[in-house]
């Protein structure tokens, strides 16, 4: 089993539309939970940051973390057509480790 | 803030010849950056870690010998490809981390795409 894991999609959603982003993981000891969006031949770019659980808002994006149940949610408010990219989760168990990502999800908005 | 810049951005060389990518963080400094690679419509793979001064930590299976990694300053790592094969062809992407930051955030670099003729 993978340690993290998340569902690549593609996902495809209307403009204007509540995205539901999620990853599951193995090992409850990872403490820092992140989200990139990457575009297409480009390098990730940060979207969300967030330590141990709880909701995490900013602008049209929320993170959840419900360490429970190991899993994690980004929502996306009013998806716009720029909103499309894949969506990476990565996580880690303490500070200045490597990342464990997922593989992605492939987002698509249509207008 | 948190810019990571990467150099080139694409290159294209002949098998057997060697290639070196550059790894800057531009306005923080970075005592710890990583080096990924990423296969079309693949998740990124972790290759090293590298720390400010001394010798990178390899991921299992990567070689370190071909894949030649030097972190010098607090600013600049750089990636090695040594006697490039076709099969190396790929995305390279580096991270960084902030040393003033808090917790474990990374700022990744825009990539360097890898052609291996």
């Known amino acids: 089993q993978k340690e993290v894991e998340q569902d690549p999609g593609p996902l495809s959603v209307p403009e204007g539309a509540i995205v539901s982003l999620n990853c599951t993981y193995s090992n409850s000891a990872f403490q820092y939970f992140m989200w990139y969006r990457q575009y297409s031949r480009k390098g990730p770019e940060l979207l969300m940051y967030t330590y141990s659980s709880g909701n995490k808002e900013d602008g049209r994006f929320t993170a959840q973390v419900d360490k429970s149940s190991k899993y994690i949610s980004l929502f996306i408010r009013d998806s716009q057509p720029s909103d499309s990219a894949t969506y990476l989760c990565?996580?880690?168990?303490?500070?200045?480790?490597?990342?464990?990502f997922g593989k992605g999800t492939s987002l698509l908005v249509t207008p | 803030g948190a810019v990571v810049s990467q150099h080139p951005s694409w290159v294209i060389c002949k098998s057997g010849t060697s290639v070196k990518i550059e790894c800057r963080s531009l306005d923080f400094q970075a005592t710890t950056m990583f080096w990924y690679r990423q296969f079309p419509k693949q998740s990124l793979m972790l290759m090293a870690t590298?720390?400010?001064?001394?010798?990178?930590?390899?991921e299992q299976g990567v070689e370190k010998d071909k894949f030649l990694i030097n972190h010098a300053s607090l600013t600049l790592s750089t990636l090695t490809v040594t006697s490039a094969h076709p099969e190396d062809s790929s995305f390279y992407i580096c991270s960084a981390r902030d040393t003033a930051g808090w917790g474990n955030e990374q700022f990744f670099g825009p990539g360097t795409r890898l052609t291996v003729l």
């Open positions: 590298s720390n400010e001064g001394s010798k990178a930590t390899y």
């Open positions: 990565a996580m880690s168990s303490n500070s200045g480790y490597a990342l464990n």
